[in-house]
């Protein structure tokens, strides 16, 4: 204990030298050892960005310094991630452009250099987990000096800096994706952040739930532990992060309104405009009904606090909600707010996408049966095996049975409209060689189009989930340039409703072939839902569409020699909220009748237009496909999710099969 005090004392001394203590070195040594008697700054997550974040601009739209100030509800929210917090899970349930993200990088930050242990950050896939990385967590250490010396550069040999894992004195961070059983359960956490958990599929690798997967790496570090999970909701009854939410303490941000000071939590419906008229946007008070304009929201927020509306199934628990409504100003207005509603009105779709990304909030799916009767009473006349004049391509779903396969062939259109173009009944099964040459066979027909055109199938899914062994090693047989295999998983997925391909192994003649399959994998619940949605649109009348009246995207055609039968398997299932063991809810899709193959073939082929890229394609490619079979595009939006075209004109080419070149 002497050596300390009398260090101190000579540290005192101008005079301190290398000659005064003995040898070469020893005063920086002594400073060195002095300054590590000091106890590190009692930082709070966000004290610790607005000293050391900073803010690159290839990562950020507003670079430079941190500054919590910017977005003040965000501040609770971090410094309940600080070790000193005795909170262990905090649920974020939020919209986007509200700064969660930068908020999560402030805690890796802070981890890497005031609190250093074993940290997984999970994105819903791994492959978003390396465009995080690149995107994100090297900016992030990049820019800030005191995490640059603590990682190592990735080019230096041996540097324990890799693309999903970051080495530091005291710890690692571990980058995986949700859908990687072994990253999840890779090595112990005392950190864990699971970033957009309602993108994660509903199993890692069919080995369980990947929240329950992650969280079970930190429970041997008990109270010391950190949970943060963050996410834009989605559906209601499978949404992760509502769930978790509505288990909690439920914070909501309340913040002053600046006429009567009367503290309220901001919600759509108190924010008002004269409709087509969105820059006349205002929030009205709840307690004055005094108009508060936008200019007002930064003292708002400035003076605002998190208060509970609940009580916690899990008092180590909190959660927070917060829609774009608090977005700063100089990011999303409420001016913007009131645009994007109005867009979005008449469209399921686009109403959901402003449900979960600006209020934050889940979308509740409609998945009521439509009426069999009435979609029958609405058929139109067109001939078995003839293409209508709008549709530009087409694909078929196979749905293979113990004594059958039957297909159903879809024409598309713009804005992904369709028709049913033919159904068919292969019999034998299988088992039976001469039915899986009918499919074959089908592959080389053509469907006339009603411009005089010849059109071929551009793909072709077929369900791998009966006979599995038989569907690879016919797919092999033919190719799977025209033949596109698929597995249906059950459950909605906001990333992408169809994966892949993947490579399986194929049994030919007896003969195992190790990756001798390429395998699609279909979220039939979300396709399942998009159908309905489009059977239960609202459309012109025929004497409304005679006069040039255009039908809305995705409006499904069904012709009048679809019978009763095949209009009752369409609509053969409801979809229905079903509650588990552990109280917490699901939605399930479940059949109101036994047979429901019209159903099935209808996903198989719209997923079989999706692997085509239908959903993607940009104008020109919907034009060519027109140029190609002599249609003249009509007046109106030209993306593919716009209002297609009515009535198009006929030319009178010579006859021949169309493939086009985006169909392979």
Excluded at 172 to 201: C, H, K, Q, W
Excluded at 222 to 251: C, M, N, W, Y
Excluded at 539 to 554: D, F, K, M, S
């Amino acid at each position: 204990m002497s050596a300390p005090s009398s260090t101190a004392s000579r540290r005192s001394d101008p005079g301190l030298d290398n000659d005064v203590i003995g040898f070469d070195g020893a005063a920086a040594l002594i400073r060195a050892w002095s300054r590590g008697l000091r106890p590190d700054a009692d930082l709070t997550v966000s004290s610790w960005a607005d000293l050391h974040r900073k803010l690159a601009s290839r990562a950020s739209a507003e670079p430079g310094q941190y500054r919590t100030a910017r977005t003040p509800y965000m501040r609770e929210i971090m410094d309940r991630l600080s070790p000193g917090d005795p909170t262990q899970r905090i649920v974020f349930m939020k919209a986007a452009q509200v700064g969660a993200t930068e908020a999560g990088n402030n805690w890796i930050g802070f981890v890497i250099h005031q609190a250093p242990g074993p940290m997984l950050a999970v994105q819903p896939t791994v492959e978003l987990a390396k465009r995080n990385s690149r995107q994100r967590i090297d900016p992030l250490i990049d820019e800030s000096p005191e995490l640059r010396e603590r990682v190592k550069p990735a080019r230096s040999r041996d540097a324990g800096n890799t693309m999903l894992s970051k080495e530091f004195a005291g710890g690692i961070l571990i980058m995986t994706g949700a859908n990687s059983a072994v990253g999840l359960r890779s090595t112990p956490a005392r950190y864990i952040f699971l970033d957009e958990v309602d993108a994660y599929p509903a199993s890692a690798d069919e080995e369980g739930d990947p929240v329950t997967l992650a969280e079970a790496r930190s429970l041997t570090f008990a109270h010391r532990r950190k949970v943060f999970l963050v996410s834009t909701p989605t559906i209601r009854g499978l949404s992760r992060i509502e769930r978790e939410f509505e288990a909690s303490d439920q914070r909501r941000y309340f913040v002053p309104c600046p006429h009567c000071d009367a503290m309220q939590w901001l919600r759509f419906e108190r924010l008002r405009w004269e409709k087509g008229r969105p820059e006349t946007a205002e929030y009205l008070c709840e307690g004055c009904d005094a108009a508060i304009a936008e200019h007002h929201k930064t003292r708002m927020l400035e003076r605002g606090e998190w208060r509970a509306t609940a009580t916690a199934t899990d008092p180590a628990t909190v959660g927070y909600h917060l829609s774009a409504l608090y977005s700063p100003v100089g990011w999303l207005s409420w001016q913007r707010i009131a645009r994007a509603h109005e867009a979005a009105r008449g469209s399921d779709e686009a109403m959901r996408a402003f449900r979960n990304t600006i209020l934050g909030e889940t979308w509740m799916e409609t998945g009521e049966a439509p009426d069999w009767q009435r979609l029958a009473d609405r058929r139109e006349a067109w001939s078995p095996g003839t293409v209508p004049e709008r549709g530009l391509f087409l694909t078929a779903g196979a749905d293979v049975q113990k004594d059958r396969i039957e297909v159903d062939v879809w024409a598309w259109g713009r804005g992904l409209e369709s028709w049913l173009v033919d159904h068919l009944v292969l019999e034998g099964g299988p088992g039976d060689p001469a039915c899986w040459q009918q499919l074959t066979d089908l592959l080389g027909r053509t469907w006339t189009h009603a411009s005089g055109q010849l059109l071929s199938l551009a793909r072709l899914a077929i369900d791998t989930g009966y006979e599995t062994s038989a569907v690879y090693a016919w797919s092999r047989q033919v190719g799977f340039a025209q033949v596109a295999p698929v597995k249906g998983v059950e459950g909605f997925t906001r990333t992408s409703p169809v994966t892949g391909p993947t490579y399986v192994d194929a049994t030919v003649a007896g003969k195992r072939l190790r990756r001798g399959a390429r395998l699609w994998t279909v979220a039939t619940s979300t396709f399942k839902a998009e159908t309905y949605r489009f059977l239960r649109q609202d459309r012109p009348t025929r004497e409304e569409q005679a006069v040039g009246a255009l039908c809305p995207p995705g409006t499904i055609h069904l012709p009048d020699w679809a019978d009763g039968e095949w209009v009752k398997q369409l609509t053969a299932e409801q979809l229905v909220t079903v509650k588990g063991k552990r109280g917490f809810t699901r939605l399930e899709w479940q059949k109101l009748r036994e047979r429901n193959e019209a159903l099935d073939t209808r996903v198989y082929a719209r997923a079989a237009a999706w692997i085509l890229g239908a959903d993607r394609w940009p104008e020109a490619r919907w034009a060519d496909l027109e140029a190609q079979l002599g249609v003249a595009k009509q007046d109106g939006p030209t993306d593919g999710a716009a209002t297609v075209p009515s009535g198009p004109t006929r030319k009178t080419p010579r006859r021949r099969t169309v493939r086009s070149s985006y169909m392979r």
